[in-house]
């Protein structure tokens, strides 16, 4: 059901540059290699808004005696990291390092990959929640897949940098669940930017933002859908003519015979999620609803890659385990509706102890700075009725899970060899509720240093505005 | 008649207790917050009451044994500003019964704890998390109406009630012009002086029109004596600085309640004995009024002298679905600096003695009400657990809503499910 023929070409680092001069649509064998132009032509999956992201100037760094979380499963008791050239080159008990390396001792301190949200609205819906500034939601139409967080993002909104010294490095920004398809995602680095480009991370995907349930059909009541089952209806009738759009694109490139295809961009993030190049990251509470998402999703031939809020997973987490679905889920937040009301304290441990991928989002600009906190919650839950996850299991659910939700588990979420050098030196146990994070390098720069002023990051807003930089949290 | 007017309102009542029942808490260490910690420690309720707190302590003859070596035993926590009882859905509207329609923004009159559910599934899991008692207050318009002081056990409002109303809550988030409103206030409260000395007189029409309907005007009359406090909602420093203003000039005790800038006059509350009930998490400037909120507010008011009240202010369902998160408040704002003792107190005598309780609950002494939890560490980390609850020396087990929903799906499929 799904072609493979769009799939390097949507991954943006892949387009060289060089390749704007062409000025034509090759053909589908070299579109594997990406070769399509950034807005030269009216072609899908151009990038038209690239990331200027730079890394800033990074030490060679050996941070030594921490308790190490890798990430990846593992805790090496008293052990060491060594940080160069903006990546993780080393981890383990002892660790050689060159003699110019800076050491930061980590004595009675913990140290983990940086922390992944995979639902985040920072910049979407910025600090102070004024009308001007609230651009979460394009709330006009049931289904606007057409429009980009990245265009909503303010750069210099607030909670950016307090996210930061909660050892937040990376977050998917997305739109809001007013809609059954509410627009791409956007995946940003949590660094200073004038503008979202400079802080979108390079080459990552962008996710389709889905809802199920009760929002769709409370702000969609008076002119349809109104109910679940108009939902699910507009869910299919959006992706039968996403189908067909693909295949028009496709067989155009096959013959290029007359004129192209007039671009649709509400359609073109469609297909490019039946193309398999955009992750479905779909808001959806109850269980009987996301066994309907899989069962679209098996009809049309995507897969989702992340249930969002999802408060009942806990009931279905056999079934999320077998379709390869990872869980974005809270400890203990629910009740506030009917689809949250049967939320459960242990819905995280229950999750993972069926075997499916487990993740700890916020949607919150208060929990994004505390998703370390979030988690010990769940593993309390899970111990009061014995699934025990300790420490270096409960840190996948902020790091490397949440890393494979956004497609970047490749590069980030883990502390190995060869991934980005985005780490967090923590005060104690992260699952404490005294620590905080000490230290937080991105791209193993130095970003945060709770000891060290001219590391605080105040916003443009906050200036004469705000008189206590990162909110007394530093 | 004002007399009759008030024995009707202000009902506080005791639950009623089975028979003789002596319970002993051994082993623990023991936070009493008056006074310094015991290892060791014994405490000794009987009938409800606290007999003996003490290290070398006898236990009495047929007493309940609660073994607490190794935990720790503190009162039980309160939260100051819940809508337990009063708010079961947020978002289902017939589950709502905090919100009075009023009077232009007044509410003054009214009493929400008759329209309490004690049959709320909120309760017990409150409860398990080791909250004993809450403030359950109404919402809305700028005078939201009476508060009531529950404990967390018992079948009827009646009995959930410990004291009512226990404070006036009112709102300084609800703006036109924010001098406008201060001076609505003070029209509010000095009509309501008028009112007291010309009751006859109102009675016989004789009265030019006043700011609120009488019954507004009858229940302000406590918060004008001084007798209920009032709680005041305000964020901004302008706001917060017209609570102190205003509760000078009128002889209010007030209290602010979020006070996102309360940092910044800590010394005029201290001074003013005006008590903050706020939390130790937020440090967002989500609005032009909260520009300064920083997560050490509550470190900083505390050094200052303010007596400081914790709330789940930061947890959106800290109110109604997860107010016991109110203790993670508490080490939150331990961390950003305030001491672990204060901590425990602003979630135990600080409350205690703003609402005028302190004779009977949060602090464990002899002759206190056996409100009392034990915990397996220190309540402030997420990895601790309430194991034994009591309410007026009574414990209080039993799965909430949620525990039954766990257990129902433990192992895939449930029981009475067919397997995929």
């Known amino acids: 059901m799904r072609h493979p023929v769009f799939v390097l070409a949507a991954f943006v680092p892949l387009l060289p540059l060089g390749a704007q001069a062409t000025g034509r649509p090759a053909a589908p064998d070299t579109a594997r290699k990406a ?102 939601n394009e709330a006009t139409n049931p289904n606007t897949a057409q429009v980009w967080a990245e265009h909503s993002v303010w750069p210099q909104d607030p909670q950016f940098p307090r996210a930061l010294a909660g050892g937040l490095t990376t977050m998917q920004i997305l739109p809001g669940s007013a809609n059954l398809f509410g627009g791409r995602s956007v995946v940003l680095k949590n660094v200073p930017g004038r503008s979202v480009q400079e802080m979108k991370f390079p080459g990552a995907r962008y996710g389709l933002k889905m809802a199920c349930g009760e929002n769709p059909k409370r702000v969609y009541a008076n002119r349809g859908p109104s109910t679940r089952m108009g939902n699910v209806a507009g869910y299919r009738a959006a992706w039968i003519q996403a189908e067909a759009y693909r295949r028009r694109w496709e067989k155009w490139l096959e013959t290029r015979a007359g004129d192209p295809p007039a671009r649709d961009l509400q359609l073109e993030t469609l297909a490019e999620v039946l193309r398999g190049n955009i992750y479905v990251q779909n808001h959806c509470y109850r269980a009987d609803e996301m066994m309907q998402m899989i069962d679209i999703a098996h009809e049309f031939g995507y897969k989702i890659r992340s249930f969002h809020h999802g408060v009942e997973a806990y009931k279905i987490a056999d079934v999320l385990a077998k379709e390869g679905i990872s869980a974005s889920i809270w ?57 025990n996850v300790p420490p270096e299991v409960a840190i996948t659910w902020i790091t490397s899970n949440p890393a494979w939700a956004i497609g970047l588990d490749d590069r980030i979420g883990a502390l190995e060899a060869g991934k980005n050098a985005d780490v967090v030196l923590w005060t104690g146990n992260p699952f404490s509720v005294y620590a905080k994070a000490d230290k937080v390098w991105i791209d193993g720069a130095l970003a945060f240093d709770r000891g060290d002023a001219r590391t605080w990051w105040k916003t443009d807003f906050e200036l004469g505005f705000v008189p206590v930089t990162m909110g007394g949290s530093r | ?86 708010v079961e859905v947020g ?26 559910n004690a049959n709320s599934v909120m309760l017990p899991q409150a409860r398990n998390d080791g909250l004993t008692t809450v403030i359950t207050h109404p919402r809305g318009g700028w005078v939201s109406g009476q508060a009531a002081l529950i404990d967390l056990s018992g079948s009827t409002f009646e009995q959930l009630v410990r004291k009512a109303p226990a404070a006036m809550f ?51 009359q406590p918060v004008l004596a001084g007798t209920v406090p009032i709680v005041i909602e305000a964020d901004k420093r302008t706001d917060i600085e017209a609570v102190i203003r205003i509760a000078r000039e009128f002889k209010l005790k007030a209290m602010v309640a ?54 789940a202010d930061s947890y959106a369902d800290g109110e109604t679905f997860n ?90 499929p449930p029981a009475g499910y067919a397997k995929p």
């Open chain 1, 331 to 387: 400890s203990d937040w629910g009740g506030f509706k009917m689809e949250a009301l049967d939320g459960v304290r242990a819905n995280l441990a229950l999750v993972h102890a069926a075997g499916a991928r487990t993740i700890v989002h916020s949607d919150d600009a208060v929990g994004t700075q505390r998703l370390n906190q979030d988690a010990a919650k769940g593993m309390a839950a899970g111990a009061a009725i014995g699934i």
């Open chain 1, 35 to 136: 070769t399509y132009v950034a807005g030269a032509l009216s072609v899908p999956n151009a990038d038209p808004f690239p990331s200027t992201y730079r890394a800033r100037p990074a030490r060679t760094v050996l941070i030594r005696n921490a308790t190490i979380l890798t990430g990846t499963g593992q805790r090496i008791d008293n052990g060491a990291v060594l940080l160069s050239g903006g990546k993780v080159v080393a981890v383990g008990a002892t660790v050689a390092a060159p003699p110019d390396a800076e050491v930061v001792d980590g004595t009675g301190k913990w140290v983990t990959p940086g922390l992944i949200d995979t639902h985040s609205h920072l910049g979407v819906y910025p600090a102070p929640g004024v009308d001007a500034n609230s651009d979460g």
């Open chain 2, 323 to 412: 107010p016991g998160n109110v203790r993670y408040e508490a080490g939150n704002a331990v961390s950003a600096g305030l001491s672990w003792d204060d901590g425990l107190r602003a979630l135990t005598l600080a409350p205690a003695e703003a609402f005028g309780v302190a004779d009977k609950v949060g602090a464990l002494a002899p002759g206190m009400d056996g409100n009392v939890v034990v915990w397996s560490g220190d309540p402030f980390e997420f990895a601790t657990r309430a194991e034994a609850v009591l309410i007026k020396g009574r414990r209080v087990e039993g799965p909430s809503r949620r525990d039954e929903l766990q257990q129902r799906y433990r192992t895939l």
């Open chain 2, 258 to 311: 979020r006070g996102a800038e309360a940092w910044m006059v800590a010394s005029e509350l201290a001074q003013a004995k005006i008590p903050v009930l706020t939390g130790g998490i937020l440090n967002i400037p989500k609005d032009f009024a909260s520009l300064g909120q920083r997560t050490d507010n509550a470190a900083l008011l505390r050094k200052a002298g303010v007596s400081v009240l914790l709330i």
């Open chain 2, 91 to 116: 978002a289902v509207q017939e589950t709502r019964d905090n919100g009075a329609r009023g009077t232009n923004g007044v509410a003054a009159f009214f009493q929400p704890w008759e329209g309490l």
């Open chain 2, 170 to 220: 009112a709102s300084f988030g609800h703006v036109t012009a924010r001098g406008e409103l201060y001076q609505k206030l003070r029209e509010l409260l000095s009509d309501a002086k008028a009112y007291a000395t010309r009751r006859a007189q109102y009675e016989l029409g004789n009265s030019r029109t006043l700011a609120a309907t009488k019954a507004d005007l009858e229940a302000l």
């Open chain 2, 1 to 86: 008649m004002r007399r009759s007017l008030h024995a009707l309102a202000a009902l506080v009542l005791v639950a009623p207790l089975a028979g003789a029942q002596t319970v002993a808490i051994t082993g623990g260490t023991v936070y009493p917050v008056k006074g310094p910690k015991i290892e060791n420690g014994t405490v000794v309720i009987v009938d409800g009451k606290i007999t003996a707190v003490g290290a070398g302590v006898a236990v009495p003859a047929g007493a309940t044994v609660i073994d607490a070596r190794g935990k720790w035993v503190t009162p039980g926590l309160i939260n100051s500003s819940t809508s337990l009882g009063l």
